[in-house]
């Protein structure tokens, strides 16, 4: 049987039986896709796109899309999850024609993932033109870096004072910060902590680079959970959710952070 892409009013893009939006990447994907509409279309390179669906809702707007993805089970959903798209392009490797290219970088919940997150920050700032804007999520507070994050291949959680620094220290000026995520992604996310604390999952789990490429495309609880995200009260509950997140925005209450920052000309 083809695997077929669907597309769901308020979650995006999905293929039933191999990735589903979770209820944190949802809300994440609320809140960029608000943000990023509301600016003129053009280049985007989106850092670690995973499964594609986010990349796919901004080719959907008319941005000119490349997914710059090294995980393998990642690049074969991607590639369902755009197909016939003329917009979007799928890449495993840099190329030096992006020096000064973009418009837009895309990164989101990718910097935890590398060790030396400096030196990754300023080769995307390279990436964009002067005036361009980087668009980075992250997931939030170091305090509570815990079991789900090493499962994940997590190096770290940000800080709001340490995220701003790294990122004014790499070419960049913030122009929009905000949380994303309260209350809804902060109990899913310490749900899972528990359950894989629980289970022992994170003891299976030794090489960050590996932990790194399922993080993005592992959805087997999610898959289940999505029967009830899309049924009347689920949907409600989400919408609910959606319109909470947005009123604590400017808190540090949520699970995660999203910044806009433009580059600067020197």
Same mark, same amino acid.
């Given at each position: 049987?083809?695997?077929?892409?669907?597309?769901?009013?308020?979650?995006?893009?999905?293929?039933?039986?191999?990735?589903?939006?979770?209820?944190?990447?949802?809300?994440?994907?609320?809140?960029?896709?608000?943000?990023?509409?509301?600016?003129?279309?053009?280049?985007?390179?989106?850092?670690?796109?995973?499964?594609?669906?986010?990349?796919?809702?901004? =080719?959907?707007?008319?941005?000119?899309?490349?997914?710059?993805?090294?995980?393998?089970?990642?690049?074969?959903?991607?590639?369902?999850?755009?197909?016939?798209?003329?917009? $979007?392009?799928?890449?495993?490797?840099?190329?030096?024609?992006?020096? =000064?290219?973009?418009?837009?970088?895309?990164?989101?919940?990718?910097?935890?993932?590398?060790?030396?997150?400096? =030196?990754?920050?300023?080769?995307?700032?390279?990436?964009?033109?002067?005036?361009?804007?980087?668009?980075?999520? $992250?997931?939030?507070?170091?305090?509570?870096?815990?079991?789900?994050?090493?499962?994940?291949?997590?190096?770290?959680?940000?800080?709001?004072?340490?995220?701003?620094?790294?990122?004014?220290?790499?070419?960049?000026?913030?122009?929009?910060?905000?949380?994303?995520?309260?209350?809804?992604?902060?109990?899913?996310?310490?749900?899972?902590?528990?359950?894989?604390?629980?289970?022992?999952?994170?003891?299976?789990?030794?090489?960050?680079?590996? &932990?790194? =490429?399922?993080?993005?495309?592992?959805?087997?609880?999610?898959?289940?959970?999505?029967?009830?995200?899309?049924?009347?009260?689920?949907?409600?509950?989400?919408?609910? &959710?959606?319109?909470?997140?947005?009123?604590?925005?400017?808190?540090?209450?949520?699970?995660?952070?999203?910044?806009?920052?433009?580059?600067?000309?020197?």
């Amino acid at each position: 049987m083809t695997k077929s892409v669907q597309n769901d009013k308020d979650y995006g893009g999905y293929i039933s039986d191999s990735w589903v939006p979770a209820p944190r990447f949802a809300m994440r994907r609320q809140r960029v896709l608000n943000l990023l509409i509301s600016y003129p279309k053009g280049k985007l390179l989106e850092i670690g796109p995973g499964a594609g669906s986010l990349m796919r809702d901004l =080719a959907l707007e008319e941005f000119s899309c490349i997914g710059y993805e090294t995980a393998t089970e990642a690049r074969k959903i991607f590639q369902l999850m755009t197909e016939g798209m003329g917009n $979007v392009q799928l890449t495993g490797r840099p190329s030096e024609s992006w020096n =000064a290219h973009f418009d837009y970088i895309l990164s989101c919940e990718v910097l935890e993932h590398i060790e030396d997150d400096k =030196a990754a920050l300023k080769s995307w700032v390279s990436y964009l033109k002067v005036g361009g804007l980087a668009i980075i999520t $992250v997931p939030s507070h170091s305090r509570k870096f815990g079991p789900s994050d090493e499962w994940a291949g997590h190096y770290r959680r940000y800080d709001k004072d340490v995220l701003i620094s790294l990122i004014e220290r790499s070419g960049l000026s913030i122009i929009h910060f905000e949380t994303y995520g309260f209350p809804l992604a902060n109990i899913s996310s310490f749900v899972l902590k528990t359950l894989i604390k629980r289970s022992g999952l994170k003891q299976q789990q030794k090489d960050k680079r590996a &932990a790194t =490429a399922q993080s993005g495309v592992e959805r087997t609880a999610e898959g289940k959970l999505y029967r009830f995200q899309t049924n009347l009260l689920g949907r409600s509950l989400m919408r609910i &959710a959606f319109k909470t997140q947005y009123l604590f925005r400017n808190t540090e209450l949520g699970d995660g952070f999203i910044v806009v920052a433009k580059k600067n000309a020197n």
